[in-house]
């Protein structure tokens, strides 16, 4: 698929698979498309990431929906659905052990380090405005998941790092 149509076909697939799904008080598609947005506002662009922002817009659609990874792989190729395969939390008896599970397969991969990031954001934002309290769980959280996450030695990708600076100015 070419790069625009690569990223439509994710918008409008993620769309359906979430359409029975809320957020808040929105249709899924909206903490999908502020995923989307915070991607864009780092830097990714159609042009010259249409696989990492393809994958913001798929990036739940494994852990929530009958979406597979191999379905994934035949619709948008290996790139897109490893993406979204790194940032689908594995199977654990609590939210902490399906985490520490899959916090390794994300730090493995910038891209995936990316929607995971932006998700994070969209969510800690969300929070704030709507004043669920996800936000503190979030805050709770954050020294694991920067333990987890984060590479010692810095990203080849400038945008990850301002991801992370991003997060690290919603979430205190």
């Known amino acids: 698929l070419m790069s625009a149509s690569m990223i439509a076909f994710a918008e409008h697939l993620a769309t359906f698979l979430h359409r029975n799904h809320r957020y808040g008080e929105h249709p899924y598609t909206h903490h999908l498309s502020q995923v989307v947005s915070i991607l864009r506002l780092a830097g990714y662009t159609d042009d010259g990431d249409p696989h990492t922002l393809a994958a913001g817009w798929l990036h739940d659609s494994i852990e929530d929906t009958i979406y597979t990874y191999p379905q994934a792989q035949l619709d948008l190729g290996h790139e897109v659905?490893?993406?979204v395969w790194a940032v689908?939390?594995?199977?654990?008896?609590?939210r902490k052990e399906r985490?520490?599970?899959t916090y390794p397969k994300i730090q493995a991969m910038e891209q995936a380090t990316a929607v995971k990031l932006a998700d994070r954001i969209a969510n800690v934002l969300e929070s704030l405005r709507?004043?669920?309290g996800m936000a503190k769980m979030y805050q709770?959280?954050?020294?694991?998941?920067?333990?987890g996450?984060?590479?010692e030695r810095g990203y080849k990708d400038a945008r990850v790092e301002f991801l992370w600076l991003l997060l690290e100015k919603v979430i205190s």
Not at 88 to 94: H, I, L, Q, S
Not at 140 to 145: L, S
Request: charged share 35%; aromatic share 4%.
């Open 88 to 94: 689908t939390d594995e199977p654990g008896k609590n």
């Open 149 to 151: 996450v984060r590479k």
């Open 99 to 101: 985490h520490e599970k």
């Open 130 to 132: 709507t004043g669920n």
């Open 81 to 83: 659905a490893n993406i």
């Open 140 to 147: 709770k959280e954050h020294p694991g998941f920067k333990a």
